[in-house]
């Protein structure tokens, strides 16, 4: 079992950044594909970026690419979402997620991860 933990939310105003971290315990990453998505009130959790831990591929929603950056620290066995140049429309709880396959076409499914952090929360204001 992997357990995820989200940090790094908070309030930022419009044209700001703010990094994400996901660290996980259990066991290490390797082997797994971690993913970032995010809920906004009254909306379905969406996808936002994933990242294969074994051959760094790099999938991002077209809304958040060239803003939006996923990495890893395997040493510190850790996931981040680095996000820039945020816009009001970013407001939402982010959630972390991991699978222990290979990074597929359904990666940016919900069902296709197994395990999630708790969410953090993330607030852009105009």
């Known amino acids: 079992q992997v357990q995820l933990v989200d940090s790094g939310g908070g309030l930022v105003q419009a044209g700001g950044s703010l990094r994400l971290s996901c660290s996980a315990s259990g066991r290490t990453l390797d082997y797994y594909c971690v993913a970032w998505f995010r809920q906004a009130p009254g909306k379905e959790r969406e996808f936002v970026a994933a990242?294969?831990?074994?051959?760094?591929?790099?999938k991002y929603a077209d809304s958040v690419k060239g803003r939006f950056t996923i990495s890893r620290s395997n040493a510190q066995n850790t996931g981040y979402l680095q996000m820039n140049s945020l816009k009001p429309e970013d407001t939402a709880v982010y959630y972390c997620?991991?699978?222990?396959?290979?990074?597929?076409?359904?990666?940016?499914?919900?069902?296709?991860?197994?395990?999630w952090g708790q969410g953090t929360q993330v607030t852009v204001s105009s």
């Open positions: 990242m294969s831990w074994t051959d760094n591929t790099i």
């Open positions: 997620a991991a699978a222990n396959k290979y990074l597929g076409r359904s990666y940016s499914s919900r069902t296709f991860y197994d395990f």
